[in-house]
């Protein structure tokens, strides 16, 4: 005959493992995360490196060929972050969707600027739009992001401002 202490033992203890192990992002968490992720890059929102202390690992992993190799670590993503583009001005980026799996998140968001007039051949004032798409992975344990991909339309961004793009 088999003891109910037998059984109760083991299921205890996957239950106890069960319940130690990182849970799976929610949907309001990767909403939270891609509008945080997103705020960084906007204008006047990240105004002091530990800011990025509750979003984002020591050792975080920034990639967008569009700005050259890749960043890594808070405080080359801060300076990352709080480049003055001299071609525009008032930025707003902004998640559209979302969607997630358990540690990663894909964010279409969207891009709002006003050119400044420097360096480009559009008055100052003229309204700038373009959308790209953000892949963010979370560390399941520190709720912090260590790795964010990035891809967009910068292409359009430069012939917005008046430039001439040979593809």
């Not at 004032?125 to 912090?144: A, M, N, P, W």
Request: glycine content about 6%.
């Amino acid at each position: 005959m088999v003891q109910l202490t037998s059984l109760l033992v083991p299921l205890f203890a996957v239950a106890s493992l069960a319940s130690s192990s990182p849970k799976c992002l929610t949907d309001d968490e990767a909403w939270s995360f891609s509008r945080r992720w997103l705020d960084i890059w906007s204008t006047g929102k990240l105004t002091k490196e530990s800011q990025l202390y509750k979003l984002v690992t020591k050792n975080v992993l920034n990639l967008d060929g569009t700005y050259g190799a890749a960043t890594i670590g808070i405080d080359a993503l801060y300076a990352s972050a709080t480049y003055v583009d001299p071609l525009v001005t008032d930025v707003v980026q902004s998640p559209e969707f979302v969607f997630h799996s358990c540690d990663s998140i894909a964010a279409r968001w969207s891009y709002n600027a006003v050119s400044t007039g420097n360096g480009s051949t559009v008055p100052a004032g003229t309204k700038i739009f373009l959308e790209g798409i953000e892949l963010l992975t979370v560390d399941l344990k520190s709720r912090l992001i260590y790795n964010s991909t990035s891809s967009a339309d910068w292409v359009l961004l430069a012939t917005q401002l008046g430039q001439t793009v040979n593809l």
